[in-house]
């Protein structure tokens, strides 16, 4: 099973007041407004940078077995962004479509107004697979074989390799299982624990460069952030100023590949065998001693954005969000910056890998033993309802009340029962034959599904 993301540069706007259909806030992020009636293909909301606008235009394709019904959706992809070119075409202002009028095969499900920025639908493209834990491996050298960011790949290979020298990973090759379930554990952690000095302003703001996705934010009371600095920069001392770098789509955003099954549910799909390798101490199967006491070591170390209707942080991790205006730097950014200022909710860090580990084999005891690790979500996001984790979602979850990291459960290949992990190849614009943003117009978004469908799917049966 796959399916694919296209974000695109158009956004949804508020309706206002004065036309035929009534005045309203706008799309909202996660939120659906067209769904294609036979392949299931929607029109979503993803965040926006632009002030004006509620959310961005995302093409959504369901998950598919077959290539052939993966093309067929991201066909009707297609032919929505070609319908919206035309009308795009006719006039500047923003486009009104009303609840329940038929555009190219779908329906609009919400009134709702598109302004259009780039009429050629240019676009950030991402894929979700299914894959056994057998199969992990394979995901991971593919996804490293084909990635242009040659030094980035470099670099994660060389940090993996003290992982594959782990007594119980070596253990685990009689377990093809186990071993894919610990190369995604290790490669998780690497990425979940990572600080770089580049995420910290210098004291007098001359390294600061804002994006449009990006944002300094202040945290020199923090000794915490503070004592984090001066790890990762190897200074003296903590120090007296600390400027923090943020991404607006973190935690996510540390994550080339990222987990939608959670890491509970993949250990629950092992055999006993398995399992009684992982009942080794940590350091045997999981995190090489020299890496840091697993008790003090972090996941998450910086501040991230969290979602401000998050009521169970302090439950979750004993401290609370904080909402910050962003830090300004005199130097000016490279390029304008389509956003305006920024105000976040911010969490100072994450738990502790100790805690993610325990969490991975026993549940989450913070949540009254819910069956999820304590990344799925990470603390400061709100995660599905109990009583439907143990299926995908349905049309009566409201996707824009929870967090995709982690919300999964394990999914079957039809055809042969098989279990498989879902993952998300959010880097998917890194492979050598997806085409650069500039040149990923909608005429293009049927070869990435090709090209995904070549190198990415696992082989079953």
Not at 78 to 96: F, P
Request: glycine share 8%; aromatic share 10%; with cysteine.
């Amino acid at each position: 099973m796959f399916g694919f993301e296209f974000q695109t540069a158009n956004a949804f706007e508020a309706i206002p007041t004065g036309f035929p259909i009534p005045a309203g806030p706008g799309i909202r992020e996660r939120e659906t407004a067209w769904r294609h009636d036979a392949t299931g293909t929607t029109l979503e909301g993803d965040e926006s940078r632009r002030p004006k606008a509620s959310a961005d235009l995302e093409f959504v394709t369901p998950a598919r077995a077959t290539v052939r019904e993966a093309v067929t959706a991201a066909q009707a992809a297609v032919d929505l962004a070609r319908a919206l070119q035309e009308e795009s075409r006719r006039g500047s202002g923003a486009v009104l479509y009303r609840r329940g009028d038929v555009t190219a095969g779908g329906v609009w499900l919400k009134d709702c107004a598109i302004r259009f920025y780039d009429d050629g639908f240019h676009a950030q493209a991402q894929g979700t697979v299914g894959v056994p834990l057998a199969g992990f491996e394979a995901l991971l050298s593919k996804v490293w074989e084909r990635s242009k960011r040659r030094d980035q790949v470099k670099r994660e290979v060389d940090r993996m390799a003290p992982f594959a020298e782990l007594p119980g990973y070596q253990a685990a090759k009689a377990f093809p299982s186990l071993r894919g379930f610990l190369t995604a554990c290790h490669l998780f952690l690497l990425r979940a624990t990572d600080a770089e000095p580049g995420c910290f302003d210098d004291p007098y703001g001359v390294n600061a460069d804002l994006t449009d996705s990006t944002a300094y934010f202040d945290f020199s009371g923090n000794a915490s952030v503070r004592a984090v600095n001066q790890r990762v920069r190897k200074l003296p001392a903590p120090p007296a100023t600390c400027r923090v770098l943020v991404n607006s789509d973190s935690p996510k955003s540390m994550f080339a590949v990222l987990h939608r099954t959670d890491f509970h549910s993949m250990f629950r799909s092992l055999s006993e065998p398995e399992r009684e390798i992982l009942a080794r101490p940590a350091t045997e199967v999981l995190w090489p001693a020299n890496q840091g006491d697993i008790n003090q070591v972090r996941l998450f170390p910086l501040p991230y954005r969290i979602d401000p209707a998050a009521a169970d942080v302090r439950a979750r991790l004993d401290i609370d969000g904080v909402e910050l205006d962003e830090w300004k730097p005199a130097k000016k950014p490279e390029k304008d910056l389509v956003r305006g200022p920024v105000t976040w909710t911010l969490l100072e860090h994450g738990p502790t890998v100790a805690q993610w580990w325990e969490s991975v084999r026993f549940g989450d005891t913070r949540r009254d033993g819910l069956r999820k690790d304590v990344a799925s979500p990470p603390p400061g996001f709100r995660g599905r309802d109990r009583q439907y984790l143990d299926r995908f979602p349905q049309s009566q979850e409201d996707k824009t009340a929870y967090y995709g990291m982690g919300a999964f459960p394990m999914d079957h290949d039809e055809a042969t029962g098989a279990g498989l992990a879902v993952f998300e190849y959010r880097d998917l614009m890194a492979d050598i034959d997806v085409p650069v943003w500039d040149d990923l117009s909608f005429d293009r978004w049927v070869g990435v599904v090709e090209v995904f469908a070549k190198h990415y799917l696992p082989k079953l049966g």
